[in-house]
């Protein structure tokens, strides 16, 4: 009879934590702004994520704000977290690089919590209370293609992707586009992964399949995946195009440079607005002139040229007068980049 | 032979394990400068609290709903002694099948939901019937043959997503959303659970009748404890072996339906992340018992919303120290043996003393 009442106490007590624990929750909230955001995959891709997470670092540093970062795995983990996250009572929460239909559900379905995603929503409109930035990475693949178009020596160049989507396609095909422009007889490849953002030996496999097949560039368009791609690079005695943030130096002298896309700029961003009372639904796009995108040279790295093969570092100079050359002709509006996002496929890109 | 009425260890060891798990990953985090407490409290309130917008309660039933259905499946093939693990590709074929007609079926939904049901239970028995005549007739071992067949699986979604299936728009490959109609209600809304939950129990039921008080499932038993001894008694085991994997792989298909009715609503790419294999720790977990499987689908589905999400959420541990928390119970179950004589010890005094008591 005692141990039933032992194990009475045992079920009494852990259901009374149930009700403290939620109470405590309420009673923690302090005077600053709290805002979560959401990833897609786990820390440690060195791109895209951990992009985000700095500007997360950020906003907790410079804003009367307390950011909290939330982890997932997998598309099924993406709707509990953000859901957890509205339960939980954030003022903003953004999801970085989440599907877009669950984005506008939840935020119909919610119209007094205010959501944002610092990367692209695939949308028409947008509701009140959700707001996207937008940074348009196709002139800066371009201008990485350009570049890789004039450097390869066997005139096969390689893509290695996420996955066959507009928001991939836009690095992709702005990168061909490039590639064009310097080397008009250039063989062009693309390998998919299958929206495999987190699986580096299949991004290795897949950029080896490539360097196989003659290609000596390949462009890593894949988060984490794009560490194999990168890695196979050094290995093979290759070269690649990072992505996402300035990998230049994860293997010095095999990455030529990275197109960057400053994730961390637009989530502190849409932080600060949210702070500063400017928050606002709807889209808002980021491009070179913002300097939410661009290529690692433009930003002082000279990682490449100081470590690469010296016939290989003779080319960066050249390479890098004809990127200013057309950089200044789109921003004057005379050159035009293809935009997977807006546009169907050109013909001379197929 | 006279069955015992119930066997208490059936529910012990998994609490034990569960128990024991969560103890040492808390004390884990422990290192990390949390209280222990605070994080045991967070683990409840976040998978089984009852507080919020939606309470994580709700939620955690609406997770443990593919859970039952997977680990019914599991615990079908474990019953015939087979370590079939297609699981994973069942649950993803009835999904495509069910995206599949679900955008392109235009019929009323009384007519359409059960037809649609059928079609992807159908998909993913047939799914079932390749490992299943491959073991019988041909002796090819299950595993590999069914591991091999989730890697087909998979790579079908991600061609089917990316090509025939695929809508326009979107960042990621994915099929185009359901009809409305068409859409299993929710009884609260955002939580997931749903009519899919009572189908699943319903289930549950139902095999439990079915394999401790039909012809077949005596069937099912004698050809799991002992094949030749049952093939000496007349039963035809390759049948029932057969028979077996294609209602478990109807099961799974099932489970993939009811997520994409009652909870996407589509598919894409990484939509099977693992549940199908989450199943096999189920039935695992749960003795290769229905109820064991309901009570442990429950139990790790709100482990999986605390320890991921809720101690993420409240307190910043990385979502790892969470992912370790479940490591540790699933690796407090396959240690089982171990501490099972002294767990068995204690049950049996507690149920002489309460006996003493009466």
Redesign the interface.
Known sequence: MKKIFTLLFVAVVSISMIFAAGANETAAKDEKVTVAVVIPSPLGDRSFCDSANEGVKRANAELNAKVDLIETQGVHEHENAMRGAINKGYDLILGVGLDTQMMLDLANEYPDQAFASPSELYADVLPDNLASLLINVNKSSFLAGLIAGYMTNTDKVGVVAGGDAPGINQFVYGFKQGVLVTNPDCKFYVNYLGFDFSNPTLGKESAIALYDEGCDIIYSVCGLSGEGVLAAAAETGNYAVGVDTVQDEFYPGSIITSVIKRVDNSTYDLIKSYVDGNFKGGFRTLDIEDGATGISWDVGYTTFKDNAPADMAAKVDPAAKIVEEYKAKILSGEYKVYDALTEELWDSLK | MKRKSFDPMVLVMPAVALLLGVVVAVLLIAITGVSPL?S???L???G???????W?IF?TLG?STPLILTGLAAMLCFKVGVFCIAQEGQYVFGAIVAAWFGASLKLPPVIAVPFIMLASMAAGGLYGVIPAVLKVKLGVNEIISSIMLNNIST?VL?YMV?FPLRAD??????SE?ISKGYWLPQFI??SRWGVSFLIAIALIVFFYFYIYKTRWGYEMRMVGENRRFADYGGIKSGNVIIRSLVISGAIAGLAGCMEVLGNYH?I????S???GFDGLSVAMLGMSNPIGVVIVSFLLAGIR?GA???L???L?I???LGGVLIAMVIFFVAIGNVYRPVVEKAVRS?SR??KD?E
């Open positions: 605070r045991l409290g967070v409840i309130s976040g089984f609290g009852f507080s919020g917008k939606v994580p939620m997770s790579l991600e990316a728009a979107g960042q990621k490959a994915q959303v809304y955002g589509r894409m790419t990484g939509f992340s693992g549940l919303q991921q999400l809720g993420q959420l409240s910043q990385p979502r790892e507690i003393g309460r008591d």
